[in-house]
């Protein structure tokens, strides 16, 4: 059996799962959100500030925003090694994009929880 060094995940069908999951919480996060919006429409922000400070609505966008990190990984890993063919260019692209995706989680993380 060939294995692909170049994967961080185990098989194409673990990376096709992530993406599946991870877009179903984002599009359930997204609704919920849209609704809750819709539904308030004098929105305060003590309202605002209500809603994310139930543990369940932080639990709920820290599972968003980790499923749109793998799902940001995923995806952009998958169009690096298909469009970019020069290794360092893709060595780099993809340096930025962890980094950056890591940042986006810390700071969610932080505003959440700080």
Same mark, same amino acid.
């Given at each position: 059996?060939?294995?692909?060094?170049?994967n961080?995940?185990?098989?194409g069908l673990?990376d #096709?799962?992530i993406?599946?999951f991870?877009?179903?919480? $984002?599009a359930a996060?997204t609704?919920?959100?849209l609704?809750?919006?819709?539904?308030?429409?004098?929105?305060?922000y003590a309202?605002?500030?209500?809603l994310?400070?139930?543990?369940?609505?932080?639990?709920?966008?820290? $599972?968003?925003? &980790?499923? $749109?990190?793998?799902?940001? #990984?995923?995806?952009? #890993?998958?169009?690096?090694?298909?469009?970019?063919?020069?290794?360092?260019i893709?060595?780099?692209?993809?340096?930025?994009?962890?980094?950056? $995706?890591?940042?986006?989680?810390?700071?969610t993380?932080?505003? &959440? #929880?700080?």
């Amino acid at each position: 059996m060939v294995r692909n060094v170049t994967n961080l995940s185990r098989s194409g069908l673990s990376d #096709w799962l992530i993406q599946r999951f991870s877009a179903v919480v $984002l599009a359930a996060y997204t609704v919920f959100i849209l609704v809750f919006l819709i539904a308030s429409p004098e929105l305060s922000y003590a309202q605002w500030h209500a809603l994310f400070d139930h543990a369940a609505m932080k639990i709920f966008t820290l $599972l968003a925003m &980790l499923s $749109l990190v793998g799902h940001a #990984w995923v995806g952009l #890993w998958t169009v690096a090694t298909d469009y970019l063919k020069p290794m360092a260019i893709r060595f780099i692209f993809l340096a930025v994009v962890a980094i950056t $995706l890591f940042v986006y989680l810390i700071v969610t993380i932080t505003a &959440l #929880w700080g």
